[in-house]
């Protein structure tokens, strides 16, 4: 069930980027739409383990990832305001 949810993240976020590059194109809005919907493609991982977790009534995995997703997503936002 884990590879599957994570097969199934994956595919979603790469065609979720395709769909910000076409949106971005077409509106001509460039990266303002571009990067609101990038985020919610990265955090499709994310919500995938949180919501398989919960069914399988792991709080502990579910609050940690959850934890960790928030302080990896802004670390990366540091390195990246860095350069």
């Known amino acids: 069930m884990f590879i599957l949810s ?3 993240s994956a595919l979603s976020t790469i065609q979720l ?13 460039g990266g303002l739409l571009t990067g ?3 985020p ?7 919500l995938t383990v949180t919501i398989s977790t ?3 009534h792991n709080a502990g995995i579910a ?3 959850g934890l960790g ?3 990896f997503n ?3 936002l540091f390195v990246l305001d860095i350069f």
């Open 6 to 8: 994570a097969v199934i």
């Open 17 to 29: 980027s395709t769909y910000a590059d076409t949106i971005s194109k077409e509106t001509k809005m």
């Open 36 to 38: 609101t919907i990038i």
């Open 40 to 46: 919610v493609a990265t955090s499709l991982p994310e």
């Open 54 to 56: 919960s069914m399988i």
């Open 63 to 65: 609050v940690g990832n």
């Open 69 to 71: 997703s928030i302080l």
């Open 74 to 76: 802004f670390f990366v």
